[in-house]
C-alpha cells in the first residue's frame, strides 16, 4: 500500500505597486495546515487601511477581509473569519492566514492599502450667510487635500493545488 500526501502549492506573484509587497513568494503547504500571508507598504503611516482579495481562477476578485488600524473589528464581507484571521496592528503592514489550506482555497490573493480619509457632512438646515461661507470654503479645502487618495494595489499571492 501506498501512502499518498496532499500537498497545496502556494505561489506569489508580483504584480501592481513596488511600494507594496507581499511575502514570502513561494510556499508549499500540507492540506489542513495553515499559511501566512504577509503584506507591507513604504507609503506613509495614513495608509492604514488594509485590504485583502481573492480571485479563483475564471472568477471575479472578492474581498475577503478590510482591516484597519483605527478599529480591532475586521469586515469580513462574506469569509470566515475562523478561515481568514487577518492581523493589523501597525500602518505599515499587516498579515492573512488561510487556515486548514484545502483545494478550494487555489486563487490569487491580492493585498492593497489605502490612505484614512475623513468626511465632513454640511448640515442640512439653512445657516447664517457669512457662517455658511465660512464652512463651504473649508469643506473644499478638505476635498481637495482628499481627491488624490486611490487604493494602492500590491503583489498578489497565487495559491495553487497539487497532489503529490
Known amino acids: 500500500m501506498q501512502l499518498r500526501k496532499n500537498w497545496t502549492f502556494l505561489i506569489f506573484q508580483f504584480s501592481g505597486d513596488?511600494?507594496?509587497?507581499q511575502v514570502p513568494s513561494v510556499l508549499m503547504a500540507v492540506n489542513g495546515s495553515s499559511v501566512q500571508l504577509?503584506?507591507?507598504h513604504k507609503k506613509d503611516s495614513s495608509f492604514v487601511q488594509m485590504y485583502w482579495y481573492r480571485q479563483r481562477p475564471g472568477q471575479t476578485m472578492t474581498l475577503i477581509v478590510f482591516t484597519s488600524t483605527l478599529s480591532s473589528k475586521h469586515d469580513y464581507a462574506d469569509s470566515d473569519p475562523n478561515k481568514f484571521?487577518?492581523?493589523?496592528?501597525?500602518p505599515e503592514s499587516g498579515s492573512l492566514t488561510v487556515n486548514n489550506v484545502e483545494s478550494d482555497d487555489s486563487a490569487v490573493y491580492f493585498c492593497s492599502v489605502r490612505q484614512h480619509t475623513?468626511?465632513?457632512?454640511?448640515?442640512?438646515k439653512r445657516i447664517q450667510s457669512e457662517l455658511y461661507k465660512k464652512l463651504s470654503r473649508l469643506f473644499q479645502a478638505l476635498s481637495l487635500q482628499s481627491a488624490g487618495v486611490a487604493v494602492e494595489q500590491s503583489t498578489s499571492h497565487q495559491i495553487k493545488f497539487a497532489h503529490s
Do not use: E
Open 38 to 40: 504577509n503584506c507591507t
Open 118 to 124: 475623513t468626511v465632513f457632512y454640511l448640515p442640512s
Open 85 to 90: 484571521p487577518a492581523i493589523k496592528t501597525v
Open 18 to 21: 513596488s511600494d507594496v509587497s
